[in-house]
């Protein structure tokens, strides 16, 4: 069974940062593709940046283009989001998933596999 752990979530101002990381339990899992995802209370889950199976290849959605960036680091299994200039509307549960069996990156939330538990992330006005 394939376990993804994401820490670094927490309470920050607006216009402050965060990073997230994403640990996977599989060291095979740093061949394929991971993503981002977040999920804001009475929202549906939504694509925030995804990445490919050597760094090679990023996405973003509109919204973190720009203030976001997307990493990872293969030699420690691990997948990083840095969130910089947060806005209130950032505020959710964030999640890493991995798309297993796939090299490239995708934005569409069935597309991947396995999920973390999520970190949540919280801006203040």
């Known amino acids: 069974q394939v376990q993804l752990v994401e820490s670094g979530g927490g309470l920050v101002q607006a216009g402050g940062s965060l990073r997230l990381s994403c640990v996977a339990s599989e060291r095979t899992l740093s061949s394929y593709a991971i993503g981002w995802f977040r999920q804001a209370p009475g929202k549906e889950r939504e694509f925030v940046a995804a990445i490919n199976w050597n760094g090679g290849s990023t996405d973003y959605a509109d919204s973190a283009r720009g203030r976001f960036t997307i990493s990872r680091d293969n030699a420690k299994n691990s997948v990083y989001l840095q969130m910089n200039r947060l806005k209130p509307d950032d505020t959710a549960v964030y999640y890493c998933?991995?798309?297993?069996?796939?090299?490239?990156?995708?934005?569409?939330?069935?597309?991947?596999?396995?999920w973390g538990q999520g970190t949540q992330v919280t801006v203040s006005s």
């Open positions: 998933a991995v798309r297993r069996g796939y090299y490239s990156a995708s934005k569409f939330v069935d597309q991947y596999n396995y």
